[in-house]
């Protein structure tokens, strides 16, 4: 969490603060420069709140206090001055923006995922899920909606390296594979908000099956994360327009392709060979390799 930036932490807890300390991460989101110019008096007034309600917010953000917080922004603020243009502004499509500019603004929210997410994952984290996922004899993923289509994709990466893996987007198969999981297992739940119930019931069992369960998430204190043993984050804004939108997808890609090549090389040799008969058995799918006539 200490490498995320304050506006990427507000978003990932936005969902579990409280009515009072979420109007004051709102009104920040909304406008960070201004935030960053007011004292805790001028914030605490223009939120309809307490001071003490914004040094609650700084406390459960891992902040000592409001000095270290407006630092924060100012510092995530530095970051983006080399960018200009709507992507600058809040991020939201608006109904008239031309084209142009929702090329633009969607560009930069999916690079700033990607950027946002890399600084996000603990080092250390991943390489304890990466050392269960190497013993582990077995690999359940679940995810549904945009998040299953991430499922499926951490999922035959890790099968073209000979891992047994498994990824299901329909609850019942989640519920029933999980049922069977045991311990030395590994079962990653993925979903952006940390509150999809299908995701939630699956890993909850795997867990009380002994598997080790890895929540890959956008909310670090959702229900997901706080059910699972290792938690993976991610750093992607949702906006109106675009509710698991390409942003989240990348964002957990992100974290899955770390998963994967850190697996690869800790297990090099058997990858490689794992790649090369995977890639032989579908070379002759192709028209090239067939030839033209």
Do not use: W
Not at 49 to 75: N, P, W
């Amino acid at each position: 969490m200490s490498e995320m930036s304050l506006p990427v932490r507000l978003r990932g807890q936005r969902e579990q603060l409280q009515p009072s300390t979420r109007r004051v991460a709102d009104y920040v989101l909304a406008d960070p420069a201004r935030a960053a110019g007011m004292t805790i008096g001028q914030l605490a007034a223009a939120c309809g709140t307490s001071q003490s309600t914004i040094v609650r917010l700084c406390h459960e953000l891992g902040l000592d206090g409001y000095r270290q917080f407006r630092l924060a922004l100012v510092a995530d603020l530095g970051r983006r001055e080399g960018a200009t243009g709507p992507a600058m502004q809040n991020g939201d499509i608006a109904p008239g923006d031309r084209l142009e500019a929702v090329i633009e603004k969607i560009a930069y929210a999916d690079a700033r995922a990607v950027e946002d997410t890399a600084r996000a994952i603990s080092v250390e984290t991943l390489q304890t899920v990466v050392e269960a996922v190497v013993a582990a004899p077995r690999v359940d993923i679940y995810g549904v909606g945009a998040s299953g289509i991430v499922a499926a994709d951490l999922q035959q990466k890790l099968h073209r390296i000979g891992r047994v893996a498994f990824s299901y987007a329909d609850a019942h198969l989640a519920l029933t594979s999980a049922a069977l999981l045991g311990p030395g297992d590994v079962a990653f739940g993925i979903s952006h908000t940390g509150m999809t119930i299908d995701t939630l019931d699956a890993l909850a069992i795997a867990r009380r099956q002994g598997a080790t369960t890895v929540a890959i998430t956008n909310a670090p204190r959702s229900r997901l994360a706080a059910d699972a043993d290792h938690v993976l984050l991610t750093a992607a804004r949702e906006t109106t327009f675009r509710s698991g939108a390409t942003a989240s997808r990348l964002a957990q890609l992100t974290v899955v392709d770390c998963v994967f090549v850190a697996v690869a090389q800790r297990t090099y040799d058997a990858s490689q060979r794992a790649l090369g008969a995977t890639r032989a058995a579908v070379h002759d799918r192709r028209l090239d390799a067939r030839g033209r006539g």
